[in-house]
C-alpha cells in the first residue's frame, strides 16, 4: 500500500460524520483550511468528489457514502490497534467533563460518585447538567450521557443506568379526593402538574401506550407547570396534583408510601441511557476509568427528593 493512499482519510471520516469542517477539524486538532485542503487533495486522487459543499451545510455525494463504508471500518481497526498499545496500567488523572440531562445525573452518576472518585482520587469532574443537545467538542466535553433514541449514530454509546418508565403519581389523598382512574381519560378533571423544558420550552407530553398501541390525548390543562423535576417531586408530595414523571425520581416514595402510582399498564418504558462520546480514537484513561467503572456498576440506587 502506498503511503499517499492514506492521507486524508482520517479528515474524510470525520467531516462525513459531523457534516462540518469546522466541527471535524476540532476533533483532530487542526484548522478548518487545512481540513478542507486535506479533503480536496483526497478527491483528487480518487477522481471524484466526495461532498456537495454549500455555504450552510456539507453532506456526502453518493459516491462519498460508498466510499465511507467501505473506508471508516478499516480506520476504526487502526484506532482500535493503536489504542491496544497503550499501556493498562496508566492512571486517569485530570479533568473529566461531561453534559447530561438531571435525569442522566440522578440515576446514573448521583449514586455512584464519592465511589467512582474514590476509586481514582487523582480525577476531578466537572457536570454540566443541561436538557438542551449539544455539540460535545465544540463545547468542550469529553462525554455526554442522554436516551439513545436522541444519540447520534456516529457517536461511540455505552448503555449505562438502570432501565426507566414514565409513572403517573400523587399521594393517597389525592387519588381518594379526585377518584383513582382506571384509565388516562379519567385524569381529566384532576390537578395536574406539568413540566417544561427549560432549553426548547414544550410542555412535556403525558404519553400513553397500552398493548402496544399507543393512545393519543389532547394536551392537558395543567393546574401548575414548572421547569424543575424536584419542584414536581416535591408539589406532588405536598398534595397539589398528580404528576407525569421518570420512574426513578419517585420509586423510594412510592415503595415508602409517599406517593401512589397509578396507570401501570398505560405508562411506557423510556429508551435506555447512553454514555456516548465522538470515537474510540484517544480514548484518555479518564474516560475509559468512567466507561469501565460505570459497567461494573450498572443499576443505581433509587433516589427521591431530600425532605
Known sequence: MRQENLDGLVAFVHVAE????????????LTP?????????????????????????VRLTEAGERYLERVRPAILELDEAAAALTPTDARPTGTLRLNLPRVAHTVVLQPLLRSFLDAYPELRLELSIDSALIDLVEGGFDAGIRYNNV???????????????SYVVATAGHWARYGTPSTPLDLHGHRRIGFRY??????????????????????????????DVVAIVQAALDGVGAAYITSAYVEGLIESGRLVRVLHEWTPS???LTLYYPSRRGVAPKLRALVDFLKRHPDAPSWAVPT
Do not use: C, Y
Open 18 to 29: 459531523s457534516r462540518s469542517f469546522t466541527t471535524a477539524a476540532a476533533r483532530i486538532g
Open 33 to 57: 483550511s487545512a481540513v478542507s485542503q486535506s479533503i480536496r487533495q483526497l478527491e483528487a486522487r480518487v477522481g471524484i468528489a466526495l461532498f456537495t459543499r454549500t455555504t450552510r451545510s
Open 151 to 165: 444519540v447520534d449514530r456516529d457517536m461511540v454509546g455505552v448503555q449505562v443506568g438502570p432501565p426507566l418508565s
Open 198 to 227: 427549560k432549553s426548547s420550552g414544550v410542555l412535556e407530553r403525558w404519553a400513553f401506550v397500552k398493548n402496544g398501541k399507543p393512545l393519543n390525548l389532547s394536551p392537558p390543562t395543567h393546574t401548575v407547570v414548572v421547569n
Open 270 to 272: 423510556l429508551p435506555s
